[in-house]
């Protein structure tokens, strides 16, 4: 004979309800497997004749396993609603046990018994929780809260502020995590560097149903998942982590910001989130720029530190401010006809030989071209509204090629071989030059007079003959 809790309900009148109920004890106290225990609680409940409220509250607040407490506490619910102990209980947990879904348990019940006595627990839980972790940012709470109106019903916006004022104790006191709320309810939640495996091991994450960032970064996340529930998530940060495709994003149409650099993704797709407005892709291994007509809102994409060949598949991003491709296998400036609204450009450190594709943008202020193989300065005529000007560490023989840029205020043109000074003299906003490691001999105060706005010059390792450098260290900074 197969002697289980299965067999003994199907035998129950030959075993006996008493022989059956100290098995079934004996079961639930010692058995190592947990569904074996969950049937036997479940039989042991139907059998229970309103004498064994102690051997569930035992179970409920002691067993090593979280599971057994659950559905110990389930049974308790079942079986002794009007116990007169059951409300004190529940007072106990709430306050005491350190356990999220415990507590979380309480107040529903609690809740649900809806007696002046309940609804006093839940709201002296509040108060106290506000009064330790929030001390005199009372103002920040409904002042329903700190009323002593007992006869009405707890409105559910109130419970919820109960809920997250749970998890706000267990995620920043037991976890660490950096926690943010707004009005009682968590709005931020921090867990860089949490050593997180999945995103599912946050506890009770998904009851953050008004959470608008997401921080994750720094932890060893292999898939994006179990998201979905977070419909008011403006930004998600899931940088530095481990994930190779992205996915399961779709439903979040508030997110405006994502953050995946550091990953190891190699297809830029699913990404289908029309109020986006920051995507940051950069440290992947991307090759190809794809995928990304829905984004028509996007203001800034980085796309560094990748392994991209060729501009392209950019056209829908008319509203794109800022582009960073730094670092990548780029050739050749192309495909930005239609960026009219680029402000910044960041394409330094890839293999670039000549400047072009640029005249449509009309807008550009910043612009990075340093670490290339740029031998001429060109096609920056029609930028007339370029501010900081990047183009260190090329093979730049002069400065011709500048004269349009009037409002040009920073110039970084250091590591080059530039002999001369000629070609700057229409640069009336610059304020900022930068020219060392050059091949400079010939210094004098004729080359800079018209730049009234110059205060800094730097012309250190280039071979200035002893006269030049005189003066040059004489009036480094101008006026």
Same mark, same amino acid.
């Given at each position: 004979?197969?002697?289980?809790?299965?067999?003994?309900?199907?035998? =129950?009148?030959?075993?006996?309800?008493?022989?059956?109920?100290?098995?079934?004890?004996?079961?639930?106290?010692?058995?190592?497997?947990?569904?074996?225990?969950?049937?036997?609680?479940? &039989? !042991?409940?139907?059998?229970?004749?309103?004498?064994?409220?102690?051997?569930?509250?035992?179970?409920?607040?002691?067993?090593?396993?979280?599971?057994?407490?659950?559905?110990?506490?389930?049974?308790?619910?079942?079986?002794?609603?009007?116990?007169?102990?059951?409300?004190?209980?529940?007072?106990?947990?709430? *306050?005491?046990?350190?356990?999220?879904?415990?507590?979380?348990?309480?107040?529903?019940?609690?809740?649900?018994?809806?007696? @002046?006595?309940?609804?006093?627990?839940?709201? %002296?839980?509040?108060?106290?929780?506000?009064?330790?972790?929030?001390?005199?940012?009372?103002?920040?709470?409904?002042?329903?809260?700190?009323?002593? *109106?007992?006869?009405?019903?707890?409105?559910?916006?109130?419970?919820?502020?109960?809920?997250?004022?749970?998890? !706000?104790?267990? !995620?920043?006191?037991?976890?660490? !995590?950096?926690?943010?709320?707004?009005? +009682?309810?968590?709005?931020?939640?921090?867990?860089?560097?949490?050593?997180?495996?999945?995103?599912?091991?946050?506890?009770?994450?998904?009851?953050?149903?008004?959470?608008?960032?997401?921080?994750?970064?720094?932890? $060893?996340?292999?898939?994006?998942?179990?998201?979905?529930?977070?419909?008011?998530?403006?930004?998600?940060?899931?940088?530095?982590?481990?994930?190779? @495709?992205?996915?399961?994003?779709?439903?979040? *149409?508030?997110?405006?910001?994502?953050?995946?650099?550091?990953?190891?993704?190699?297809?830029?797709?699913?990404? %289908?989130? +029309? #109020?986006?407005?920051?995507?940051?892709?950069?440290?992947?291994?991307?090759?190809?720029?794809?995928?990304? %007509?829905?984004?028509? %809102?996007?203001?800034?994409? *980085?796309?560094?530190?990748?392994?991209?060949?060729?501009?392209? $598949?950019?056209? $829908?991003?008319?509203?794109?401010?800022?582009?960073? =491709?730094?670092?990548?296998?780029?050739?050749?400036?192309?495909?930005?006809?239609?960026?009219?609204?680029?402000?910044?450009?960041?394409?330094?450190?890839?293999?670039?030989?000549?400047?072009?594709?640029?005249?449509?943008?009309?807008?550009?202020?910043?612009?990075?071209?340093?670490?290339?193989?740029?031998?001429?300065?060109?096609?920056?005529?029609?930028?007339?509204?370029?501010?900081?000007?990047?183009?260190?560490?090329?093979?730049?023989?002069?400065?011709?090629?500048?004269?349009?840029?009037?409002?040009?205020?920073?110039?970084?043109?250091?590591? #080059?071989?530039?002999?001369? &000074?000629?070609?700057?003299?229409?640069?009336?906003?610059?304020?900022?030059?930068?020219?060392?490691?050059?091949?400079?001999?010939?210094?004098?105060?004729?080359?800079?007079?018209?730049?009234?706005?110059?205060?800094?010059?730097?012309?250190?390792?280039?071979?200035?003959?002893?006269?030049?450098?005189?003066?040059?260290?004489?009036?480094?900074?101008?006026?």
């Amino acid at each position: 004979m197969d002697l289980n809790p299965d067999y003994i309900k199907k035998n =129950l009148e030959q075993i006996g309800k008493k022989t059956a109920r100290d098995i079934l004890k004996e079961w639930i106290v010692n058995s190592d497997k947990i569904s074996i225990r969950e049937t036997a609680l479940n &039989l !042991y409940s139907s059998l229970d004749e309103g004498k064994e409220f102690k051997f569930f509250e035992q179970l409920f607040l002691s067993d090593e396993s979280f599971e057994i407490r659950g559905f110990s506490g389930n049974i308790l619910r079942n079986n002794y609603f009007y116990h007169k102990k059951f409300v004190s209980l529940l007072e106990f947990t709430l *306050n005491d046990v350190n356990n999220m879904d415990q507590k979380f348990f309480a107040v529903e019940i609690l809740n649900l018994i809806d007696t @002046k006595k309940a609804r006093k627990i839940i709201k %002296d839980y509040l108060k106290k929780a506000i009064k330790l972790n929030f001390k005199k940012k009372n103002y920040e709470f409904a002042e329903e809260i700190f009323n002593s *109106n007992y006869d009405t019903p707890i409105p559910r916006a109130i419970l919820e502020v109960c809920f997250n004022l749970i998890l !706000y104790d267990y !995620y920043v006191n037991s976890c660490g !995590y950096n926690v943010t709320l707004r009005e +009682g309810l968590i709005i931020l939640l921090n867990c860089e560097g949490g050593k997180l495996n999945d995103i599912s091991e946050i506890q009770a994450f998904n009851k953050l149903v008004k959470l608008e960032h997401l921080q994750l970064q720094r932890n $060893n996340i292999h898939n994006i998942h179990g998201l979905s529930h977070l419909t008011q998530l403006k930004t998600l940060n899931l940088s530095q982590n481990q994930i190779k @495709k992205i996915e399961n994003l779709n439903g979040l *149409n508030n997110l405006q910001e994502i953050s995946l650099s550091s990953n190891k993704i190699k297809k830029i797709e699913n990404l %289908d989130l +029309g #109020n986006l407005k920051k995507l940051s892709l950069d440290r992947n291994l991307i090759t190809e720029i794809e995928n990304l %007509d829905n984004l028509c %809102d996007l203001a800034l994409l *980085n796309l560094s530190y990748n392994a991209i060949l060729k501009l392209k $598949n950019l056209d $829908n991003l008319g509203n794109l401010r800022n582009l960073f =491709l730094s670092f990548n296998q780029i050739e050749t400036i192309s495909g930005l006809e239609k960026l009219e609204n680029l402000v910044t450009l960041h394409i330094n450190n890839n293999k670039i030989t000549h400047i072009q594709g640029l005249k449509h943008l009309l807008s550009l202020k910043v612009l990075n071209l340093s670490n290339n193989y740029i031998e001429r300065i060109e096609g920056l005529e029609n930028l007339v509204d370029l501010n900081k000007l990047e183009i260190s560490n090329n093979k730049i023989l002069s400065l011709g090629g500048l004269d349009n840029l009037t409002n040009l205020q920073e110039l970084f043109i250091d590591k #080059n071989r530039i002999k001369g &000074l000629e070609g700057i003299s229409n640069l009336k906003g610059l304020i900022i030059l930068f020219l060392e490691n050059n091949h400079i001999k010939e210094f004098n105060m004729s080359y800079v007079a018209n730049l009234k706005n110059l205060n800094f010059i730097f012309l250190n390792e280039n071979p200035l003959t002893p006269e030049s450098w005189e003066i040059y260290q004489k009036r480094t900074r101008f006026p």
